[in-house]
């Protein structure tokens, strides 16, 4: 298959592109596109042969769902059932934008869709060129992160086309994504609202809307031996093709320990890279040394961790530490990202 690539910017969106694109996936066929989060990889929700071709083209477990992007709230009843209110309060509050919620679906979502779930992943995205071709398609874009899986989610098109060039029947590159992570993820199908996925909408906003709100157990405790409740979440995803392990610590204590780990690496032949800020960047010797943001914007660090991974193996690391981003906000979803990246190993010191 060749792809076709589109260029635009939300402000100057090519509407022939968006209606080629739109037909494509009325078609069956697959595009990627720009959201404020992460690349998507479209298809017709509503169509179960558009699914199975998005797994197939992410290398992506089928008993993974996808999340479905609509650009109407009032569409929301045709694909799901028994909306509560707290819903509507939630999209009003955060949508468009980066949240996705779970509800209980009707039969017009495919199981292909769903992974076989009777719930279903809504979300509203508020970049222009998604809206447009949500609105292109008729309505309902099943979008997983545009990578394949295993691979950090994509956060410019160039990583979209090292993925998925040849699988996919258009990318439409729109420059940078915003915010860098995928969607915050609340479950309003069990009980209290239920985050099962931390993003850029925190745990702390949420809860000025709603009261109170549930973290799923697993992102608490990573080592917990529950199933979490999205089932993407048990995968080790986001990897670097090296080993990366996470430093926690007082801040010197952590640069001596990474920089003594990586002198022992560079004697073994390893190529070692690190993760830290502007305020560290210079404690480190090491192949690579990547500031991922400031400590004084979180948001930056969320904007660039994939950014950083993907370079890990565009550079050959094989050995790298990153320092910790424990915290509240949307380091809770930083640190969620680095911890499957890092498989989870963490030295405390
Ligand atoms: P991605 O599309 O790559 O951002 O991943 C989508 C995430 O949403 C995965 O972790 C899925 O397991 C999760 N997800 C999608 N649909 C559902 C659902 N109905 N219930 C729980 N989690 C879901
Ligand atoms: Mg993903």
């Known amino acids: 298959m060749i792809t076709e690539y589109a260029v635009m910017t939300e402000d100057h969106i090519d509407e022939d592109a968006i209606r080629r694109a739109g037909e494509i996936l009325k078609k069956g066929g697959l ?8 690349y998507g990889l479209g298809g017709d929700a509503l169509n179960p042969e558009s699914s199975k071709k998005i797994y197939a083209a992410k290398g992506r477990p089928s008993d993974n769902p996808l999340i479905v992007h609509i650009c109407r709230l009032e ?4 694909i799901a059932r028994e909306i509560p209110d707290v819903y ?7 949508w468009p934008g980066p949240m996705t919620m779970i509800l209980n679906k009707s039969d017009l979502v495919p199981n292909e869709t769903t992974g076989g779930l009777g719930t ?3 979300r509203f995205p508020s970049n222009k060129i998604a809206h447009a071709l949500i609105e292109a398609e008729g309505g309902f874009i099943a979008a997983p992160s545009a990578n394949r899986s295993g691979r950090p989610s994509p956060t410019v098109a160039q990583y979209c ?3 998925l060039d040849g699988r996919v029947e258009m990318i439409i590159d729109g420059g940078q994504v915003g915010i860098g992570l995928e969607s915050s993820i609340i479950d309003l199908t069990d009980g209290a609202p239920t985050i099962l996925r931390p993003g850029y909408i925190t745990k702390e906003m949420f809860e000025k809307v709603l009261g109170h709100v549930e973290v799923d157990h697993t992102i608490i405790d990573p080592k917990s031996h529950q199933v979490p409740k999205a089932p993407g979440m048990k995968y080790r995803h986001y990897a670097p093709k090296g080993d990366l392990k996470i430093v926690e610590g007082p801040r010197d204590k952590v640069a001596a320990y990474i920089n003594s780990q990586v002198a022992a690496a560079e004697t073994a032949g390893e190529k070692t890279g690190v993760i830290c800020t502007e305020e560290t960047k210079n404690l480190y010797h090491a192949d690579c040394v990547k500031s991922a943001g400031t400590r004084t914007d979180e948001e930056s660090i969320a904007h660039e961790l ?11 690391c094989t050995v790298m530490f990153s320092e910790s981003f424990e915290g509240t906000g949307i380091c809770m979803a930083i640190m969620n990202r680095l911890m499957k990246a890092a498989g989870q190993q963490v030295i405390r010191l």
């Not at 569409?75 to 045709?78: A, F, I, L, P, V």
């Not at 994939?306 to 050959?316: G, K, M, P, S």
């Open 75 to 78: 569409d929301t009843e045709k």
């Open 31 to 38: 595009v990627a596109f720009p959201t404020e989060t992460v």
């Open 161 to 163: 086309r090292e993925d």
């Open 306 to 316: 994939f950014h950083v991974l993907r370079e890990f193996d565009d550079e050959n």
């Open 120 to 122: 279903v992943a809504i």
């Open 88 to 94: 509507y309060k939630l999209a009003e509050a955060f």
